[in-house]
Structures are given as structure tokens and as C-alpha cells.
């Protein structure tokens, strides 16, 4: 599949802001007392990465 540049950029946005809230969360996560919290962070954290995993599939 061939993307155009602003599918490109978009993709590539796409890919950035999953990186930064996965940074985030796991940021949160070491942060948090509280097992049940923690654990939700990391949940959350370890599918912004399997999406981002995902969309980089379309890069080629």
C-alpha cells in the first residue's frame, strides 16, 4: 500500500503520540501505590505500544 505525504505525517503523528502517552503511563505507573492503579497503567501503557507496533506495520 503506497500512503501519500499527508497520510505519511499523519501516520507518523499517530506513532509519536502512542510512544508519548506509553512513556507517560509507564511514568504513572511507577509512580502509583496503589497494585490495582499500577497495573491499570501498565495495561494501558502496553496497548499504546501494540498499536504503535501496529501502525509502524504500514511504514513498510
Known sequence: MNLNMV???NLRHLISD????EKKLNFYAE???DPQVRQM???SAQSCS???????TFLG
Open 7 to 9: 497520510e505519511l505525517q
Open 18 to 21: 502512542h510512544a508519548n502517552v
Open 31 to 33: 509512580q502509583s501505590s
Open 41 to 43: 497503567f501498565q495495561q
Open 50 to 56: 501494540q498499536t504503535r507496533q501496529k501502525l509502524m
